[in-house]
């Protein structure tokens, strides 16, 4: 096997200061932080704007938003699960017009880069959402959320069935400024996730979200009925991280370049590390939010630690780095046997 130590790498000891270039790129999202708020976690970003400077974010992904106001299903929605929690929570919102006037317009003037999370009973909804989006600043990206009952098909989740999410997909596409990107945000209930992210592709999606929660049910047993008044809910947090990171190692093993925002999960820097190695670009934090609103920066920066430790000199080098074979992976100058000065340049024969 071929090692290559492909750059000069640091001393053991100064690995974990050394600095990391952390800029990532999601289809051409210009991005200094690769950590990212999860749809629905952070709201608009306001409330986790008084832990840290939200600027310094990848990007705030927002609430999906509807085109009406919602008041979501009854209560109670939320339920513990070992390792994670279960929403119902059914997309409450203010509706599209004023989440305009309030939050996005607050977000740009924060100088918060922006992805919009949009939701929708039919195909007809989300192009509406996207024309309304297009006249208005301050929206880097629109993330599709797709988990959402097609009203047209029997209520079936449009992330569940390749034609129905690329419609969807198809619609804000052709209703999006093309400089604006969007992302497909997928289900992992489905047999073939890979399948579902070839249409979104094709369909137009310049990237893909991956994974949405999991539908799951708990039963009370004082009560001997279900916890939650909506019955199923989406199961989130680091119960559903290995599922997670399975969905976008095969993504990623089926579309080597199309850009991935990892997520499910994610409470440490190391959590976040085998999401960029199994193939994501940047990683959006959700579930964790709600015990520890810094978490974000935390990630950012225990992620850079870990980067740095692993002699990485920048996260794109990481990016898909498990997908590697024998001959093409880096690895540490101290690591490596000491038969040459190591820096940009072929060593051993193993
Ligand atoms: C309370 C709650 C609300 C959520 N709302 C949305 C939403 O509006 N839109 C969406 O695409 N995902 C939503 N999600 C899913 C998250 O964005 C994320 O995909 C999922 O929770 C996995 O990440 P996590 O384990 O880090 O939370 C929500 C998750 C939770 C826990």
């Given amino acids: 096997m071929t090692r290559a130590v492909i750059r000069d790498s640091l001393p053991k000891e100064q690995r974990s200061v050394a600095v990391v270039d952390m800029s990532a790129n999601l289809a051409g999202l210009e991005m200094t932080s690769p950590i990212l708020t999860a749809s629905g976690c952070a709201a608009a970003g306001r409330e986790l704007d008084q832990f840290f400077d939200i600027t310094e974010l990848g990007a705030v992904v927002t609430k999906s938003i509807m085109l009406e106001p919602r008041s979501g299903r009854p209560t109670p929605r939320m339920a513990e699960t070992p390792s994670g929690m279960l929403n119902s929570i059914g997309l409450q919102g203010p509706g599209i017009a004023s989440f305009v006037e309030r939050d996005l317009v607050w977000l740009h003037q924060r100088g918060a880069r922006t992805v919009v999370s949009i939701a929708g009973d039919s195909v007809e909804d989300y192009a509406k959402l996207a024309k309304i989006l297009r006249m208005h600043e301050g929206v880097d990206a629109i993330e599709v959320n797709i988990s959402c009952p097609n009203v047209a098909d029997r209520g079936k989740v449009f992330a569940c069935e390749?034609?129905?999410?690329?419609?969807?997909?198809?619609?804000?596409?052709?209703?999006?400024?093309?400089?604006?990107?969007?992302?497909?945000?997928?289900?992992?209930?489905?047999?073939?996730?890979?399948?579902?992210?070839?249409?979104?592709?094709?369909?137009?999606?310049?990237?893909?979200?991956?994974?949405?929660?999991?539908l799951g049910m708990v039963i009370d047993t004082d009560t001997m009925k279900p916890a939650l008044a909506g019955v199923t809910g989406g199961l989130s947090g680091p119960a559903i991280r290995p599922v997670a990171v399975r969905c976008v190692w095969q993504i990623r093993q089926a579309l080597p370049d199309v850009p991935i925002l990892g997520m499910g999960g994610i409470r440490t820097g190391?959590?976040?590390?085998?999401?960029?190695?199994?193939?994501?670009?940047?990683?959006?934090?959700?579930?964790?939010?709600?015990?520890?609103?810094?978490?974000?920066?935390?990630?950012?920066?225990?992620?850079?630690?870990?980067?740095?430790?692993?002699?990485?000199?920048?996260?794109?080098?990481?990016?898909?780095?498990?997908h590697r074979s024998g001959d093409e992976i880096i690895v540490n100058e101290a690591e490596a046997p000491s038969d040459g000065d190591g820096a940009d340049q072929d060593l051993d024969q193993m």
């Fill in 270 to 322: 190391l959590d976040a590390l085998q999401f960029i190695l199994a193939g994501a670009n940047a990683v959006s934090v959700g579930t964790v939010v709600f015990n520890d609103p810094t978490a974000p920066m935390r990630v950012h920066r225990e992620l850079s630690e870990a980067l740095a430790s692993k002699g990485f000199r920048s996260l794109a080098e990481a990016v898909s780095y498990a």
């Fill in 162 to 214: 390749a034609n129905s999410a690329s419609a969807v997909v198809q619609a804000v596409r052709r209703n999006t400024d093309s400089r604006i990107p969007i992302f497909a945000k997928l289900s992992p209930d489905v047999t073939d996730i890979t399948s579902i992210a070839i249409a979104c592709v094709r369909a137009g999606a310049d990237g893909l979200s991956v994974i949405n929660t999991l």
